[in-house]
């Protein structure tokens, strides 16, 4: 599994690991929000100022 800046938030934080623990570090409160059924990883990022890489790097080796 991989996650890619086209997954869907909420798929991301099914996957195993310790995907929530990474959009906590960020302070992104994601599952809280009525749209995450609708958000990418990309969207996210963009619209919290962060980094694309480095945030797909993170959630991608919360995975492991």
Do not use: W
Request: glycine share 4%; aromatic share 4%.
């Amino acid at each position: 599994m991989k996650i890619t800046r086209d997954t869907k938030a909420m798929d991301a934080l099914r996957m195993p690991g310790s995907v929530i623990q990474v959009f906590m570090k960020h302070h992104l409160y994601c599952p809280g929000c009525r749209e995450l059924p609708r958000e990418t990883i990309e969207k996210i990022a963009l619209c919290n100022g962060l980094d694309m890489e480095q945030f797909l790097a993170e959630l991608n080796e919360a995975l492991k």
